[in-house]
């Protein structure tokens, strides 16, 4: 997809654990973005990144954090899963920031049990 | 807050029809508008839509920026059963950021 990768592809946890998500890009865009999709509300933002070590809220930041350590890696954490987070984890990744189109890794759907 | 909405949310034809998907927004500082189309994974960047540039056409899709009315249609002519998708709608804002709509689910019958 574009030079984006996300891993991993599917996962199960437990309830109470933490969990990290992994975003790599390969097109040294300096954006960076964690969305969730679930049913009933489309997309939402969790955090976004506009370079190394730069990083913002979103709309649903709460009991996520993340860190973007390189250009190419941007890193969700879950400190302590609850079943509420399951849903489907989107990476966006845009050269040009400002409105400007993203392109969409394939995504991360994590089952908390 | 900003705020996307899209409508209809979920929209069946049959092969051969027209359809109209409506995007309707409230946000500040408003950059841009862009469709995209989402089949089983992620979602793929359809048009981009701003102020200097409210109309795009790409084969038998077209979309339109009404900036008076807040709000944007994508048309899709001749439907197809490939078609079939959730369509999503998102503004972009100052800050980098594209807030989304809930999505229009299309199905496309044969």
């Known amino acids: 997809d574009a030079g984006i990768t996300q891993s991993p592809r599917h996962k199960v946890t437990e309830t109470g654990t933490p969990v990290t998500l992994r975003c790599h890009q390969t097109e040294n865009h300096r954006y960076m973005y964690w969305y969730r999709q679930d049913p009933g509300h489309g997309l939402r933002l969790i955090h976004y990144s506009y370079g190394v070590k730069d990083t913002d809220k979103g709309e649903v930041s709460d009991g996520y954090s993340v860190s973007r350590s390189k250009t190419e890696d941007f890193l969700l954490t879950l400190e302590s899963a609850t079943s509420s987070q399951t849903s489907v984890y989107f990476c966006a990744i845009s050269g040009l920031g400002e409105g400007y189109g993203y392109t969409f890794g394939s995504g991360t759907r994590l089952t908390v049990v | 807050e900003d705020k996307v909405v899209q409508s209809p949310l979920s929209l069946v034809v049959h092969e051969g029809d027209t359809v109209t998907l409506n995007c309707s927004y409230e946000?500040?500082?408003?950059?841009?508008l862009l469709w995209y189309k989402q089949e089983k994974k992620a979602p793929t960047f359809l048009f981009m839509l701003?102020?200097?540039?409210i109309e795009k056409k790409s084969g038998r899709l077209s979309s339109i920026l009404d900036k008076k009315e807040l709000s944007s249609i994508l048309n899709i002519t001749a439907t197809q059963t490939g078609d079939s998708a959730i369509y999503l709608c998102?503004?972009?804002?100052?800050?980098?950021?594209?807030?989304f709509g809930e999505g229009t689910q299309l199905t496309v019958n044969p």
């Open positions: 946000v500040t500082n408003f950059r841009s």
């Open positions: 701003t102020s200097s540039g």
């Open positions: 998102a503004v972009g804002t100052s800050g980098s950021r594209l807030t």
